[in-house]
């Protein structure tokens, strides 16, 4: 079979964007967020043979929110192994990201790992687990990734904090349940600088690769999970990764993926590629409306989703 001309697919999807409106708004909740040029778009695709296929503001930094949430359930694991289990869930929620309500009536354990009440539990996990949580966890972000210069975003974390209130909401409510073990400001700290990172399309291409190569980052050869722990990261990436948008992301695009409110997706074809794209506005539930556009044809055109 021959290679797909990934290149010419982009521009195929680009030329047929052009007649799409612009619509959504960026994220204003966190201030730092609100000052992104809403017109950006971005897409970097990198292959598990290492061919990349780029468009755009491919090189663009920006604010991988909860993207990022993929990196801390991946420590986790590694750390609590399946008793992670005992702590958050593994079902789609079905509502917002920040949502309250589930939480109370479900006993402070959060449906999913990436919820933000699931991704508050996981930081309270690494903070038990972890001598130096903020340093290891970047260190572990930095060797997995193969991308030594990842650094916190003390700005964007400062902007979260401040107006942080669901959050708080969120942790307070579930050390009232018992299911947070540590200092409600110590965990948070740890939340908000894991989701202020900031990285190109191309250098999360190359950071969620692994999740394409059965646990292997191909760029640098080391092996990051196992492979059953990477079929269940894309599996809850599949069921959960979009929030109360799950099922619409499975249905459009069919492919595990993540998405974060400054406008990033990163989805992954596991046996094939693993791609980024980014477009901050979002949709009603803090989805990228453009990067989901793109990747629903990605998946159209080259007839290749997991389904
Ligand atoms: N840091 C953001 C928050 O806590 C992450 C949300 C997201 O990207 N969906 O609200």
């Not at 059965?214 to 599949?238: C, D, E, H, L």
Request: aromatic share 8%; with cysteine.
């Amino acid at each position: 079979m021959s290679a797909i001309d990934y290149q010419a697919i982009f521009n195929e999807i680009i030329n047929d964007l052009d007649e799409i409106d612009e619509v959504g708004e960026v994220a204003t909740y966190i201030p730092e967020l609100a000052n992104v040029d809403p017109n950006k778009l971005g897409m970097h695709l990198t292959t598990v043979t290492n061919q990349h296929f780029a468009y755009g503001d491919a090189d663009e930094a920006f604010s991988i929110q909860s993207i990022a949430k993929v990196w801390s359930l991946t420590l986790a694991l590694k750390h609590l192994g399946a008793d992670t289990w005992q702590r958050v869930g593994v079902e789609p929620s079905g509502t917002a990201f920040n949502s309250l309500v589930q939480l109370e009536y479900e006993m402070g354990i959060p449906r999913n790992p990436f919820i933000n009440a699931g991704a508050i539990v996981v930081c309270d996990i690494l903070v038990s687990c972890l001598k130096n949580p903020k340093e290891d966890l970047l260190d572990f972000i930095r060797t997995s990734s193969g991308i030594p210069s990842i650094e916190y975003c003390p700005v964007i974390a400062e902007s979260e904090v401040k107006t942080g209130h669901r959050n708080y909401a969120l942790a307070h409510m579930m050390k009232g349940f018992g299911n947070i073990h540590n200092d409600v400001d110590c965990v948070l700290d740890l939340y908000f600088s894991l989701c202020s990172i900031k990285l190109t399309c191309k250098q999360l291409a190359q950071a969620f690769l692994f999740l394409g190569a059965g646990g292997v980052n191909p760029a640098t050869q080391q092996q990051v999970i196992t492979p059953k722990r990477t079929k269940r990261i894309n599996s809850i990436m599949q069921m959960c990764g979009f929030y109360d948008e799950a099922g619409e992301f499975a249905f459009k695009v069919g492919l595990p993926g993540k998405s974060g409110v400054g406008g990033g997706i990163v989805a992954v074809h596991p046996g094939k590629y693993c791609i980024a794209v980014f477009s901050p506005r979002l949709n009603a539930s803090g989805n990228s409306v453009k990067a989901m556009k793109v990747l629903e044809a990605l998946t159209s055109k080259t007839e290749l989703s997991i389904f």
